[in-house]
């Protein structure tokens, strides 16, 4: 007998039924329409790129755990694509002469890591990058914190639900190199103890440093940091560039009216390219969603692996599985079943070209239309339109072509009237 195939997608992947897909697209709109709103302009890469690519900039965790990668036909090594960025700076530094700055760019496509599935992460998911190139001032970060504070609203998201950390490397060089003279080898460790600061807890976390070899005073200048405030660094900012690049980032902040954001200094963040101000937003108002809704930062030399000078850069990505587990905890998802209007019965098949002419009628108004294609009891007919949730049933017989009309069913009251074509598709879009 002949091996049976799995109806199961690949681990860690995600069927998306048609239900489902509703969901995707209210996400998808929002993010795209406020995007636009912002003046943001879509752009795509392709999923596959050289292996080189990720090893140079991606950091250890994306390029030698996660990466699916493998040799073509041809001996190149090849990578399906883990993360946007170091697609987005080779696509600017192959047209960087011919492209008008600043950019202003987004995109929304699918991304693969060879993870271990669990909440709020899978081995393929989507993300919302947008990214602006070309502005070297805080400003760049004001315009994406607007735009990630807009996207909130219009997801009629409650204030106190989310929030919106900022921290900045350079005020975590200074950390490593002016308060606890780290060596090149030992920042990277104790910057990657500090990521996961939130996920490993106090006691496990002094643990960690001390398996790192810092010394007691050491470990107690790493946890006084992590209780800074912006009071704090205002002590330091002629020391760090990057407490005064905090100061001013908060202050013009303040100014616009932003809300929502807060100084954070256990936001590390994985990825090597970063430069400056560093962003993660959280989930606070539940215990449901611990893992970041996005993340980014500011990435001024990616743009030299390409033998580019530097262009400064900053953006961030959102992910859709943890954006999707957020908004279904505070019920923020409408409650659409449905794109289709109207469905079309059919009583008998000699009047399936008929029946035709006026979905086709219908559909050049702008009305998504179904129509039946066999003619089948009319009782089972309605259940499907009801089963699929679609609002409206324009009923057409022999009776309703003589008398130039159609019968409109809504489906919600089960109220019926005899009207024109007209008056129905009026009815229908009102
Ligand atoms: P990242 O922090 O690796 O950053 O990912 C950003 C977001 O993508 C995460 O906050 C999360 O929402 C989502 N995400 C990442 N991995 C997974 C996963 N395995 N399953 C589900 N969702 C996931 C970057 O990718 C940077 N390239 C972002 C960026 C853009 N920086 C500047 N511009």
């Not at 239900?19 to 890469?45: C, H, I, P």
């Given at each position: 007998?002949?091996?049976?195939?799995?109806?199961?997608?690949?681990?860690?992947?995600?069927?998306?039924?048609?239900?489902?897909?509703?969901?995707?697209?209210?996400?998808?709109?929002?993010?795209?329409?406020?995007?636009?709103?912002?003046?943001?302009?879509?752009?795509?890469?392709?999923?596959?790129?050289?292996?080189?690519?990720?090893?140079?900039?991606?950091?250890?965790?994306?390029?030698?755990?996660?990466?699916?990668?493998?040799?073509?036909?041809?001996?190149?090594?090849?990578?399906?694509?883990?993360?946007?960025?170091?697609?987005?700076?080779?696509?600017?530094?192959?047209?960087?002469?011919?492209?008008?700055?600043?950019?202003?760019?987004?995109?929304?496509?699918?991304?693969?890591?060879?993870?271990?599935?669990?909440?709020?992460?899978?081995?393929?998911?989507?993300?919302?990058?947008?990214?602006?190139?070309?502005?070297?001032?805080?400003?760049?970060?004001?315009?994406?914190?607007?735009?990630?504070?807009?996207?909130?609203?219009?997801?009629?998201?409650?204030?106190?639900?989310?929030?919106?950390?900022?921290?900045?490397?350079?005020?975590?060089?200074?950390?490593?190199?002016?308060?606890?003279?780290?060596?090149?080898?030992?920042?990277?460790?104790?910057?990657?103890?500090?990521?996961?600061?939130?996920?490993?807890?106090?006691?496990?976390?002094?643990?960690?440093?001390?398996?790192?070899?810092?010394?007691?005073?050491?470990?107690?200048?790493?946890?006084?940091?992590?209780?800074?405030?912006?009071?704090?660094?205002?002590?330091?900012?002629?020391?760090?560039?990057?407490?005064?690049?905090?100061?001013?980032?908060?202050?013009?902040?303040?100014?616009?009216?932003?809300?929502?954001?807060?100084?954070?200094?256990?936001?590390?963040?994985?990825?090597?390219?970063?430069?400056?101000?560093?962003?993660?937003?959280?989930?606070?108002?539940?215990?449901?969603?611990p893992r970041a809704l996005l993340g980014g930062g500011r990435y001024d030399d990616l743009l030299t692996i390409?033998?580019?000078?530097?262009?400064?850069?900053?953006?961030?990505?959102?992910?859709?599985?943890?954006?999707?587990?957020?908004?279904?905890?505070?019920?923020?998802?409408?409650?659409?079943?449905?794109?289709?209007?109207?469905?079309?019965?059919?009583?008998?098949?000699?009047?399936?070209?008929?029946?035709?002419?006026?979905?086709?009628?219908?559909?050049e108004k702008g009305i998504n239309t179904e129509a039946q294609m066999t003619a089948i009891k009319f009782g089972?007919?309605?259940?499907?339109?009801?089963?699929?949730?679609?609002?409206?049933?324009?009923?057409?017989?022999?009776?309703?072509?003589?008398?130039?009309?159609?019968?409109?069913?809504?489906?919600?009251?089960?109220?019926?009237?005899?009207?024109?074509?007209?008056?129905?598709?009026k009815i229908i879009n009102s």
């Amino acid at each position: 007998m002949e091996t049976k195939l799995q109806t199961t997608p690949y681990k860690g992947t995600t069927d998306t039924y048609p239900q489902d897909m509703l969901v995707r697209n209210f996400m998808f709109n929002t993010w795209t329409s406020v995007a636009k709103r912002f003046g943001f302009e879509e752009y795509d890469t392709p999923l596959i790129e050289e292996t080189t690519l990720y090893i140079a900039k991606s950091g250890d965790e994306i390029a030698s755990t996660q990466l699916y990668n493998f040799t073509d036909k041809g001996g190149r090594e090849i990578a399906i694509r883990p993360e946007m960025t170091p697609s987005l700076a080779r696509m600017i530094a192959a047209k960087k002469n011919e492209l008008t700055l600043p950019l202003k760019w987004f995109n929304i496509g699918k991304y693969y890591r060879y993870e271990k599935p669990q909440k709020g992460r899978r081995r393929e998911f989507v993300q919302l990058n947008v990214d602006i190139f070309g502005v070297p001032t805080l400003e760049a970060e004001l315009e994406i914190f607007q735009y990630i504070l807009a996207v909130m609203e219009e997801f009629k998201a409650p204030k106190e639900t989310y929030e919106l950390r900022v921290n900045n490397r350079y005020l975590l060089n200074y950390l490593f190199e002016d308060i606890l003279k780290l060596s090149d080898e030992k920042k990277g460790k104790v910057g990657r103890a500090i990521d996961n600061y939130t996920k490993l807890g106090r006691e496990a976390f002094i643990e960690y440093l001390k398996e790192l070899e810092l010394n007691d005073k050491q470990v107690e200048q790493v946890l006084e940091f992590l209780k800074w405030t912006l009071e704090d660094l205002k002590k330091i900012a002629d020391k760090s560039e990057g407490a005064a690049q905090l100061l001013e980032l908060f202050a013009k902040a303040k100014e616009l009216g932003l809300t929502n954001i807060r100084f954070e200094p256990s936001i590390m963040r994985g990825l090597l390219y970063y430069t400056g101000t560093v962003i993660e937003m959280f989930d606070i108002g539940s215990k449901d969603n611990p893992r970041a809704l996005l993340g980014g930062g500011r990435y001024d030399d990616l743009l030299t692996i390409f033998g580019e000078e530097k262009l400064p850069a900053f953006g961030f990505a959102w992910g859709d599985i943890v954006l999707e587990d957020y908004l279904k905890t505070y019920n923020l998802i409408p409650t659409t079943k449905t794109d289709t209007k109207v469905f079309l019965p059919l009583f008998d098949t000699k009047l399936y070209t008929y029946i035709q002419g006026i979905a086709k009628q219908l559909r050049e108004k702008g009305i998504n239309t179904e129509a039946q294609m066999t003619a089948i009891k009319f009782g089972n007919q309605l259940k499907y339109a009801s089963k699929k949730n679609i609002p409206w049933v324009m009923i057409i017989g022999d009776d309703e072509i003589n008398a130039k009309k159609v019968q409109l069913k809504n489906m919600a009251t089960g109220e019926q009237n005899l009207v024109t074509l007209e008056e129905a598709m009026k009815i229908i879009n009102s």
